[in-house]
């Protein structure tokens, strides 16, 4: 009898950090970081986008430099990256909203942690730690 081998998809990524890390440390690679999620999730927009990409990181840069949560952005869009309201720690989530089977958020996530490991930021990746606001997302 052959062994058939398990995939398990994941489903959402969270990002967390330090404890003793604050939002205003994200300030000096967040435009950076803000870029590359959008362009590995093929999100950067096409009309206007160098435009629309400097008033995200205008927005999310004044937040965290008077370190709070950045708003966000993207709301819409197929990936979304939400730093959570209801934690103390400075960490975010990165999911897809689209289809399993389309989804990518593997790969995505790998591309996002080896980009705070060349910058020294360390981190831990938790998977599928997001069920109940995809849910009410689905709804």
């Known amino acids: 009898?052959?062994?058939?081998?398990?995939?398990?998809?994941?489903?959402?990524?969270?990002?967390?950090?330090?404890?003793?890390?604050?939002?205003?440390?994200?300030?000096?690679?967040?435009?950076?970081?803000?870029?590359?999620?959008?362009?590995?999730?093929?999100?950067?927009?096409?009309?206007?986008?160098?435009?629309?990409?400097?008033m995200l990181i205008r927005l999310n840069l004044k937040d965290l430099a008077q370190n709070k949560k950045?708003?966000?952005?993207?709301?819409?869009?197929?990936y979304r990256m939400i730093f959570p309201l209801e934690t103390d720690r400075v960490e975010f989530f990165v999911y897809p909203r689209i289809s399993e089977e389309e989804s990518e958020i593997d790969v995505i996530t790998q591309k996002l942690s080896d980009f705070f490991d060349e910058k020294g930021i360390e981190h831990e990746v938790i998977w599928d730690q997001m069920r109940s606001l995809m849910k009410k997302e689905k709804k």
């Open 1 to 54: 009898m052959d062994e058939m081998e398990l995939v398990v998809k994941k489903r959402n990524s969270l990002f967390r950090f330090p404890e003793d890390m604050e939002y205003r440390d994200l300030v000096p690679v967040f435009p950076e970081l803000l870029d590359l999620f959008m362009r590995i999730s093929d999100q950067y927009p096409e009309d206007s986008g160098e435009e629309y990409m400097e």
């Open 70 to 78: 950045p708003m966000g952005h993207n709301r819409e869009a197929r």
